[in-house]
């Protein structure tokens, strides 16, 4: 079964009403074999906050080395994101596989007139997949209710409730105690419940579950008390927690006082779960990014995305939108038709201007009825439009630089908003007919649509993701420019459409000039696209040695214990002379690390590391070429910073939250490399459904951190991570396909020296020096930016030489006498082989 067939089998089971009970998901799960009997559950149910509280709870959990399923709803891209395992997404494969074993069970029940609905299924999906992938403990978010939402399937080991407000009250009750009482029925058998309800809600939790552990302000007599200090900037917000024998102050990637309560709730949860040291507990909340919550994405003016959805949300919201100093309130308004659209537009902030929308979704509410409601509720400027993304582009056009723009109502709003920031064209090499197809068919499209398309892509390629009806209009436009569009076979609304777009660059760019024209947010998408088939401007230079073509990084690793060659530059004279024979040898970079992550690597405590690199970094800081610090710690990198290093090497992708905080303070540029463990755990196994693909899709998200926090998308260094979290075969392949990297508008970076990947062709992991300058030349072909090697002399050779084949009249013969003594020499260190 392909991924698209199962896409659509599964959002066709929408058509089903909501019917609350678990019986259908007990059968389903007993028909898979009941793959859940060994797996713990941590329930979160709620009306606000619940996402929130198991996206930190899954991150503590991570933090404390433990391997968690997440499931998550809605989803914002495509329905993979609502179930994740160590924050991957669920692969295609998967959902393919899943959905092939329950169809004929399914169906069968269907004819029976007992059909499943969407969430049940989806809902047995996650936890099928939690038990397959042997998780530890997996972390679900309660959909509606708790006594008969489908994840009460399971008997949860820990178990919340964050708050009641009157939702679905044709479902849940009328009233607040009603609805509490069917929330509470998640308590768990052996551990009291958590919660931070208040009032009649929190009398009526207390009744039903008995035994429980309350979470309030501070100043309350709350068991655990939540003290929120405040926002410290745009991105991150300060609290102190407490219970009776514990206390940790962190800060948040969260703005906004109901976040430190919901941190409380998380933090009462895992200490059920057996998390007591504060570290871990302070590094995992700030760490718990969660996208679309008061997620701020620009500044001048503020861009904010928050999928507030019912009248208390939006109350929240109203609080924390006071905490960002702006003048003027643009809004950008989407809800379905099902919420209290009076209630929510009384709750928020009086805004200047609205503009009212609907994502592609049959439950979203009429833009003109939405307008029709704030014309009665306000004294805004109201204008309804036809899309998300016109919408937002209208309301960013008519802020001045100190003003907000705030998109709420609803996630699905959200999420076809946030595709402007996370949207990646990635532009195909394709010089065959079967590479075309393959293409083709990796974007979902029907086999007769690539076999029909193959022969007429052999040229221009690009892929991308958009919202269902900016295929058509791509499809559309491509057409009339004489090229050729290839959307997925998804046949509904429910997530991204994968496209891909064949032409010449003619063509390719009278689609732009049709996006352009069309409006309604679609000169955004055009932006997109001209950028991503190469048709824009070059980047303003900023200097750095990447930007004239591929930059040589010499490594130099003063660690005893490095895979390579460790210890033979562990001598702090060794380490010193062998810099400064890199520098002579005409490196661009010097990469300066103390600590190893090779497998079984011990940590390098903060001080000695900074020991090891200072001195290294201070004698080669004059030289002629940059000096970089590889290492995972914002203390140590902030240390090579005053000692004179100009760049960032983390090898962790910024799980460090001070990291991108540095590199924004003192614009340099940070490497942001793919990485699934830090020192490499060679028993760790991951599944991708395309593994350059997925590497792209995942390092987006760490690069959009960076950008938010200031650092420009030119400082952000992306690294797929050879030798980090793939197979032989997988880092061959990303060798391979370096330049689709290219799509996350970042130079790339490749660090292939002396890796294992090479015993694939007959090489030796540590030793492989021609196959290294081998894998140097390909990297260099493909577009690397930079190649991060230990012989420098022989894999600078490599690159000169591929240059030289693209202009031969700008190359003269180098300074023989400048190599001298530098021949065979071999940094040691680096990262696992």
Known sequence: MEYYEAANFLFDLRRFQVKPGTESVRDLLAHLGDPHEDVEF????????????????????????????????PHFEDLRERIRVDGRKVPRGEVAAFVAEAKPWLVERAADGEPLTFFEVVTAMGIWRFGRADVDVAVLEVGMGGELDATSVVDPVAACVTNVTLEHTSVLGDTIEEIARTKAKVAPADAPLVTATEGAALETVREVAGDVVTVGDAGSDADVTADYRGAVSHQESAVSLAGASWSVETRLPLLGAYQARNAGVAAALVRQLGVEDGGTLARGLRNAHWPGRFEVMAA?????????????????????????????????????????????VATLPDPDSVRTCAPTLDRAEDPEVLAEVFRRGTDAAVHAESSVAGALAAAREAAAPDDCVLLTGSLFCVAEARAEWTRTGIRKR?????????????????????????????????????????????????????????????????????????????????????????????????????????????????????????????????????????????????????????????????????????????????????????????????????????????????????????????????EDPEMRFLAAERDVPVIVMHSIDAPVDPSTEVEYDDVVEDVIDQLRERVLLAEKAGVPRENVIVDPGLGFGKSRREEFELLGRVDEFHALGCPVLIGHSHKSMYELVGGEAGDAAAETVAGTAIATVNGADIVRVHDVVENARAVRIVEATRDPDGFDAPDRDAVEGTEGAEPGGGPDP
């Open 430 to 654: 394709v010089e065959s007919v079967p590479e075309a197809t393959s293409t083709l068919r990796g974007a979902n499209a029907t086999p007769e649509d690539a076999r029909r398309a193959g022969e007429e892509a052999v040229h221009r390629v690009l892929k991308t993701r958009v919202a269902a009806g900016e295929a058509d209009v791509l499809e559309r436009e491509m057409l009339a420019a004489g090229g050729r569009c290839v959307t997925s076979g998804l046949a509904s609304a429910g997530e991204l459409h994968d496209v891909v777009l064949t032409g010449t660059l003619g063509q390719f760019r009278a689609l732009v000039d049709a996006l352009e024209a069309d409006g309604n947010g679609l000169p955004a998408l055009a932006d997109d696209v001209r950028e991503d088939v190469g048709l824009g401007g070059s980047a303003e230079s900023r200097g750095y040695p990447w930007e004239d073509g591929t930059a040589v990084m010499g490594v130099l690793n003063v660690t005893p214990d490095s895979f390579h060659d460790g210890g033979e530059f562990f001598d702090r004279g060794d380490a010193l002379a062998h810099a400064e024979k890199l520098v002579e040898a005409g490196v661009d970079i010097v990469d300066v690390g103390g600590e190893s992550t090779r497998p079984g690597a011990e940590t390098v405590p903060v001080e000695e590391e900074i020991d090891r690199i200072v001195p290294v970094v201070e004698a080669v800081a004059d030289a002629d070429a940059l000096v970089s610090v590889d290492t995972r710690k914002a203390a140590v990198a902030e240390a090579a910073l005053d000692a004179g290093a100009d760049v960032l090497n983390d090898v962790t992708g910024l």
């Open 300 to 344: 001048d003016p503020f861009v904010v995305l928050d999928g507030a959805h019912n009248p208390g949300a939006c109350a929240t919201l109203a609080d924390t939108l006071a905490e960002l100093e702006h003048d003027g309130l643009h809004l950008v308004f989407g809800a379905m038709h099902d919420k209290d659209h009076d209630e929510m």
């Open 42 to 73: 941590v329930q979160v149910a709620g009306s606000n906050g619940k996402g929130s509280v198991a996206r930190m709870v899954e991150s503590v959990l991570r933090e404390d080395g433990r391997t968690v399923g997440l499931y998550t709803s």
